[in-house]
């Protein structure tokens, strides 16, 4: 039966564990798009606040929603699926 199923069974010799695997390849990754320059030119930078955020009059209100369904029910509570009445 030993033969039918052939087994690697070598083990590489340094064991890495799966944090350091995730970061030894994040950071190849990032090494590889090091190269990438970044064309800001086009760009247009705006300082967010208050007069330029939610402008109107749209206020989100219970009726602006119609319960289809409950999808499920956990610890924590109940999954509800809507569809917006905009």
Do not use: H, T, W
Not at 11 to 38: H, T, Y
Not at 78 to 83: A, C, D
């Amino acid at each position: 039966m030993a033969g039918v199923f052939d087994i690697d069974l070598d083990q590489p010799e340094e064991n890495v564990s799966d944090d350091e695997l995730e970061e030894a390849q994040i950071s190849d990754l990032m090494d590889q798009c090091s190269g990438f320059e970044f064309n800001m030119d086009d760009c247009e930078k705006i300082e967010i606040s208050e007069d330029n955020v939610n402008q109107g009059a749209e206020n989100i209100r219970p009726e602006c929603f119609e319960l289809l369904r409950v999808l499920g029910k956990g610890g924590y509570g109940k999954v509800f699926l809507f569809f917006i009445n905009v």
